[in-house]
């Protein structure tokens, strides 16, 4: 059910009536690469208005996520203002969360945005448009998972990054004097870390979590030993940890989390989320002070809710153009969409590079439309993949028209590649000289400043 309406909106109506008006629902990596390129391209030349629409203030590139769980990474520091981008690149900025859509009026609704106090500083809007763009990306999936949501963290966000990281701090300063559990004098005092999901985030977690737990020892802020007295343990569902990954990587990842002392287990269920302990489907019983949810994501339910075509996951189903295949003035990408994949018999991943090549694409597409031109077809190429345990190693396998297979690569060569994903990510928000400078910025930085965030 459509959340009610409650007073007259506010309608924001643009300063030029006459330009075409995008408006770009999700300010995520696709999201805000494509109001930066467009607005650079169409509005400074006064072609168009560009309108982005997210529910956040702030901007981070989430494959960090993990990073600043774990504290190894400042958020303070990667997060870029919507408003300030906005008006460096001369496209508007609109904070709220998209609630409904008006297809006859071609008008999109965004709720209001409240303080800290939940008082409202923003009200309720209807933004008017020519084109709309999807770009919202995805949430967490529970799965129905009884005390999931209520006893784990999970790291779809700053702040749930932020909130898990102080309770990690918290546990192990703790660890010695627990009033919620008897510790005998000949048991050392332990901190239990679970992570439920294989995938990505949850692998690349574990490892960060492994590095900070040394880094916090060796600041005095606890005297646990960091592989024996803080365990880490990955549960995953299906028979493997990184299922849609090659097995090769997977079984690569696996030999370095056990270097680690990472224990996985595979093919474990679970079946109830608790204060203190996870329980799966064969009886484990796996005590917890920390619980991280990386189990699956989900479509925010709105697309749906607003009669939008969806397949079973909830994704927008799209044409090879990128466009809704009812109304071709909306176009939908990244997470939150469904476009076949020709000749793989399944539709494109979810993944960050995916959402960045329909950034690009949109960009060209949206050029042709304002021209009148017909639109190009997608074609998605897969790369390869990474996958970074932090400082400890990196393994992935690349792919390419130029290299013919899928090769393995791991060390040095994975780990700058693995950065240069972010680079990449930047460059296409402020260019390459800002970015330059930036990363020596950021590089001095860490020089004066402890390896991981110790408050």
């Known amino acids: 059910m459509l959340p009610t309406l409650n007073h007259s909106p506010v309608q924001e109506k643009s300063i030029f009536p006459a330009l075409h008006r995008i408006v770009i629902i999700g300010g995520g990596a696709g999201g805000l690469e494509l109001a930066t390129q467009l607005g650079n391209r169409l509005c400074k030349k006064t072609q168009a208005q560009v309108v982005l629409v997210d529910r956040a203030a702030t901007h981070l590139w989430k494959p ?11 958020a303070n520091v990667h997060q870029l203002e919507y408003a300030a981008q906005a008006r460096w690149h001369h496209f508007e900025f609109q904070q709220g969360e998209l609630i409904d859509l008006e297809r006859t009026r071609k008008v999109v609704w965004v709720s209001a945005v409240l303080d800290d106090e939940d008082v409202e500083i923003l009200p309720q809007r209807e933004l008017a448009y020519d084109t709309l763009i999807l770009a919202i990306g995805s949430e967490t999936n529970y799965f129905g998972v009884p005390g999931a949501a209520e006893n784990s963290t999970a790291v779809d966000t700053v702040a749930q990054a932020e909130r898990f990281r102080r309770r990690l701090l918290a546990a192990c300063m703790r660890a010695r004097n627990r009033p919620d559990r008897q510790i005998s004098r000949q ?5 239990n870390i679970v992570i439920i999901g294989g995938g990505a985030t949850g692998v690349e977690l574990a490892a960060e979590l492994r590095n900070t737990a040394q880094v916090l020892g060796a600041y005095g802020l606890h005297h646990l030993d960091p592989r024996r007295d803080i365990r880490i343990t990955i549960v995953e569902a299906g028979p493997r940890i990184l299922g849609p990954l090659p097995q090769r ?3 690569e990842t696996i030999a370095l989390l056990e270097k680690l002392d990472i224990a996985v287990l595979s093919g474990e269920k ?6 203190h302990a996870v329980l799966t489907a064969t009886g484990k019983y796996l005590p917890a002070d920390l619980t991280v949810w990386a189990g699956g994501i989900q479509v925010p339910k709105v697309l749906a809710d607003i009669g939008l075509p969806v397949n079973k996951s909830g994704q927008v189903i799209v044409s090879q153009t990128l466009q809704t295949i009812f109304d071709p ?11 076949s994949w020709p000749g793989m018999g399944k539709s494109v991943p979810p993944r960050a590079q995916a959402a960045h090549q ?10 042709r439309r304002l021209a009148g031109k017909s639109l190009p077809v997608f074609q998605y190429r897969d790369h390869g993949s990474l996958i970074s345990l932090g400082r400890f190693d990196t393994v992935g396998n690349l792919m390419g028209k130029f290299i013919g297979r899928s090769v393995l690569v791991e060390g ?9 994903l972010y680079r990449q990510h930047l460059i296409s928000l402020h260019g390459f000289m800002r970015t330059l400078l930036d990363t020596l910025a950021q590089w001095l930085r860490r020089k004066t400043a402890p390896r991981v965030k110790l408050h």
């Open 249 to 251: 990587i997977a079984n």
């Open 187 to 191: 048991q050392r005092p332990q901190v």
């Open 329 to 339: 003035d909306i176009f939908a990408f990244g997470d939150c969409a469904s476009c």
């Open 64 to 74: 960090l996520l993990h990073e600043i769980a774990a504290g190894s990474m400042d």
């Open 358 to 367: 329909e950034a690009r694409f949109l960009y060209h597409a949206m050029r």
């Open 270 to 275: 679970v079946t109830q989320v608790q204060k």
């Open 412 to 420: 040095a060569l994975a780990r700058l590649l693995y950065l240069s």
